[in-house]
């Protein structure tokens, strides 16, 4: 009997152990997300190449105060419903693409969807012909960035966006994020792939420069590529695999792949659903070495119902500004895309 009461009070105190040690750790997640915001430019004609004309009081699309004020709230009212229960101040990272300049990013933050966020902005003007960059907004209670650098393209025989790279703490890890805009499908797909591809390889140099400087940073690249996860330039220049399992550290893994194989998409043409919206994902943040490192767990496409539209023969599709030259008041031609990572950190 005594024996038996011994090993019953070990037991006791063995799960008291358990239950302690459980309830002194606690998950983290932060959410990295991508927006195409489709043409954000101001209604001031400042562009010294004329590169903005279109989008003016006087040019074609008759841009005005108005159309950009309601595209501006748009944008920031999509943004403010990117929220989750373990997320409910939105992602800790946004990058955006097709933005003339800091000020338009700038007006998106200032929204009252968006104030309270307190979002912190990233821009580098590109030498773009058209005139649209990408850059980077942020949560400053979830991000801290610590070094940012821009990389021109220059295996391409035309001017198009600067790579943005941006190093930072996500809530005392270090990861670098890579913004991108890869160049378009101009003259075809076959054609115009090796642009991309180029865009691709200077995403791996960048990756393994800082690689180089510290090996277990976690790299995330993002953008509107303009192709689709098992095209040439992102499953075999970036290398960008389906499965995650066996994805080497410094490798990538693409969430995004498995998602379009069901039919989700980012953009529409023709019947047809395209995910050029990707988050790319290093082999360190989707096999870690330990349950208190960053880990994927989830990638969705933002297709809110709001952001479709429901007339004609596009319906479903994302709710653009503009279509066939009629302005729709819309949202982008690009649904958002995210992806949420984990942690198990010690509670305080």
């Not at 009461?5 to 991508?34: D, E, K, P, S």
């Not at 693409?97 to 800091?102: A, H, K, L, M, V």
Request: hydrophobic residues 40%; aromatic residues 10%; charged residues 20%.
């Amino acid at each position: 009997m005594k024996r038996l009461l011994l090993a019953l009070a070990a037991a006791i105190i063995m799960a008291g152990g358990i239950n302690a040690q459980n309830t002194a750790r606690r998950a983290q997640v932060a959410g990295i997300a991508f927006y195409n915001f489709e043409n954000l430019f101001d209604t001031i004609p400042n562009n010294p190449e004329g590169r903005d004309q279109e989008f003016t009081p006087g040019g074609s699309r008759q841009w005005n105060g108005r159309k950009y004020r309601e595209k501006v709230h748009n944008l920031a009212y999509a943004i403010s419903h990117f929220t989750t229960k373990t997320t409910p101040y939105g992602p800790a990272i946004i990058g955006v693409s097709e933005i003339e300049n800091r000020s338009v990013m700038e007006d998106v933050a200032a929204q009252p969807e968006l104030a309270a966020w307190k979002l912190g902005i990233i821009h580098h003007d590109s030498p773009d012909a058209r005139g649209v960059d990408v850059g980077l907004m942020y949560n400053p209670r979830y991000f801290r960035p610590e070094n940012v650098t821009n990389h021109r393209l220059t295996e391409v025989p035309f001017r198009t966006r600067d790579q943005m790279c941006v190093v930072g703490s996500l809530l005392g890890q270090r990861v670098a994020v890579i913004v991108n805009h890869w160049p378009s499908r101009l003259g075809g797909q076959e054609k115009s792939s090796p642009n991309r591809e180029a865009a691709a390889r200077l995403c791996v140099a960048i990756a393994d420069s800082l690689w180089k400087v510290d090996p277990e940073i976690g790299v995330i690249i993002m953008g509107d590529l303009n192709d689709d996860p098992m095209d040439k330039s992102c499953a075999k220049v970036l290398g960008a695999r389906k499965d995650a399992k066996g994805v080497a550290p410094h490798g990538f893994f693409n969430p995004f792949w498995s998602l379009l194989e069901r039919g989700i998409g980012t953009l529409a043409y023709k019947s047809s659903w395209n995910l050029f919206d990707q988050i790319i994902i290093s082999g360190n943040l989707a096999n870690p070495a330990s349950d208190s490192s960053w880990r994927f767990f989830e990638a969705k496409v933002w297709n809110l119902d709001f952001l479709k539209d429901t007339e004609g023969n596009r319906v479903g599709y994302p709710k653009r500004t503009y279509a066939a030259g009629s302005y729709l008041g819309g949202y982008s031609d690009h649904f958002p895309t995210e992806i949420l990572l984990r942690r198990t950190i010690e509670a305080k």
